[in-house]
């Protein structure tokens, strides 16, 4: 088995594109058309959908048969009747020696290079990317075809060919050598060293792949752009934020943030109106009053709101009920000197004030032990009107004091100044 079947075999479970490089290396030279299509099928293989291109395999029709003879070969005896090919005439014979060699002559324009290439197509090459031309001369769509005759192991076999079959397996054991085969062995640089039938494919393999390696690299190249960078003004708002991060958003999420909804529009009216302002400095002078007053009136509203909170309305509640308790303790003390024959506005604030000046004046003139009023002289005489004071009057002040000084009142005043 040759070194083609080997790499044949070893290709059979490796990726698409490894397969069909291999078919077109043997074919033909890669040129740029070939890199465009098998990076193409590298895209297919790896999830691209859009990509049409279908691969072909390389298979035993792409190598030189392997025949196992008796020392027999397949020979080459003659090609007959070309169809539709170049200006060769249709019932033309070329015939071959079985043995020895034959040499093929004639004038320019005779075939002879029409008949290479139809060699160069059938059987096996280093060129073999032919495309055998029709006859420009005539308007004849008649298909392409041609009679071969083989011989082997004493045998003739006549086949024929049309542009829409294969080669014959046999003819793909004769090897055809012209000056665009010698390409490979003179004209390119060629270590001089020995190689093993066949290597050189996979050296030509190694050149293919770097080529589409430097396509896709040029390909990525393009979708790493430099992300453009923000003016330092809106680094501390959430768009800043949510850009610096968008490498690692999908597409979905990117798509939805980016939509320019009715909002956004109304946004960007009011900031193009603020741009066109004639006096942007006043617009900001208003802005700031507007602010503060919108912040006044916040204040003001929860202030108000406070008051008829849950628990505002508990603590009126309970105040009221406080109040309406220590009203009617204070009342109660207060009837109890009813026998004093008292005005009217006993017990009120002028009154306390009165009570109050003459407490102050008492201890300021020494007429009190300076603790307790009345005691002492302010207890004989009247503070402000100077005159003797009798029991009853004695006992009045005593009272006066005794109401004076009570919790239940002093609490009844603090509720009332509530």
């Given at each position: 088995m040759s070194v083609y079947h080997y790499i044949l075999a070893w290709s059979e479970n490796k990726p698409l594109y490894l397969r069909d490089s291999l078919r077109r290396i043997l074919n033909a030279s890669i040129d740029n058309d070939d890199i465009n299509e098998l990076t193409l099928l590298v895209k297919k293989e790896h999830g691209d959908d859009t990509v049409n291109i279908q691969p072909i395999f390389y298979d035993q029709t792409h190598i030189p048969t392997s025949i196992q003879t008796n020392n027999d070969y397949p020979k080459l005896l003659g090609l007959k009747n070309p169809k539709n090919i170049s200006a060769l005439h249709s019932e033309a014979?070329?015939?071959?020696?079985?043995?020895?060699?034959?040499?093929?002559?004639?004038?320019?324009?005779?075939?002879?290079?029409?008949?290479s290439r139809i060699f160069k197509k059938l059987c096996w090459s280093r060129a073999p990317n032919i495309e055998l031309k029709t006859n420009i001369f005539r308007s004849d769509q008649t298909q392409q075809q041609v009679e071969i005759k083989i011989g082997f192991e004493g045998q003739n076999i006549d086949w024929i060919w049309n542009q829409s079959n294969e080669s014959h397996s046999l003819l793909k054991s004769i090897f055809v050598f012209d000056s665009e085969c010698s390409e490979v062995y003179i004209n390119k640089d060629n270590p001089a060293e020995y190689k093993p039938v066949g290597i050189d494919?996979?050296?030509?393999?190694?050149d293919v792949f770097n080529q589409i390696q430097?396509?896709?690299?040029?390909?990525?190249s393009q979708y790493n752009v430099v992300k453009p960078a923000l003016p330092d003004s809106p680094v501390n708002v959430?768009?800043?934020?949510?850009?610096?991060?968008?490498?690692?958003?999908?597409?979905?999420?990117?798509?939805?943030?980016?939509?320019?909804?009715?909002?956004?529009?109304?946004?960007?009216?009011?900031l193009e109106s603020i741009l066109d302002s004639p006096n942007p400095s006043r617009d900001i002078q208003d802005l700031r009053i507007t602010k503060s007053n919108l912040q006044s009136y916040f204040q003001k509203v929860s202030e108000i709101e406070s008051y008829f909170s849950t628990?505002?309305?508990?603590?009126?509640?309970?105040?009221?009920?406080?109040f309406d308790s220590t009203k009617q303790a204070y009342e109660i003390a207060r009837n109890e000197l009813n026998d004093l024959n008292t005005f009217q506005?006993?017990?009120?604030?002028?009154?306390?004030?009165?009570?109050?000046?003459?407490?102050?004046?008492?201890?300021?003139?020494?007429?009190?032990?300076?603790?307790?009023?009345?005691?002492?002289?302010?207890?004989?005489?009247?503070v402000?009107?100077?005159?003797?004071?009798?029991e009853e009057a004695k006992r009045r002040m005593l009272q006066?004091?005794?109401?004076?000084?009570?919790?239940?009142?002093?609490?009844?005043?603090?509720?009332?100044r509530t």
């Open positions: 014979d070329l015939k071959f020696s079985e043995d020895g060699l034959t040499v093929i002559y004639g004038n320019n324009g005779s075939g002879k290079s029409s008949y494919l996979l050296e030509s393999l190694i430097s396509k896709l690299k040029l390909e990525i959430p768009i800043s934020s949510w850009y610096s991060q968008i490498e690692n958003i999908d597409n979905k999420q990117l798509n939805d943030s980016i939509q320019f909804n009715q909002r956004d529009i109304d946004r960007k009216s009011f628990q505002a309305i508990v603590n009126i509640r309970d105040f009221k009920q406080s506005s006993f017990g009120t604030s002028p009154w306390r004030i009165l009570w109050s000046s003459a407490q102050d004046f008492a201890h300021s003139s020494n007429m009190s032990d300076g603790q307790t009023f009345p005691s002492n002289e302010s207890l004989d005489k009247c402000l009107c100077q005159q003797d004071l009798d006066f004091k005794q109401f004076v000084l009570n919790d239940i009142s002093s609490q009844h005043n603090e509720l009332n």
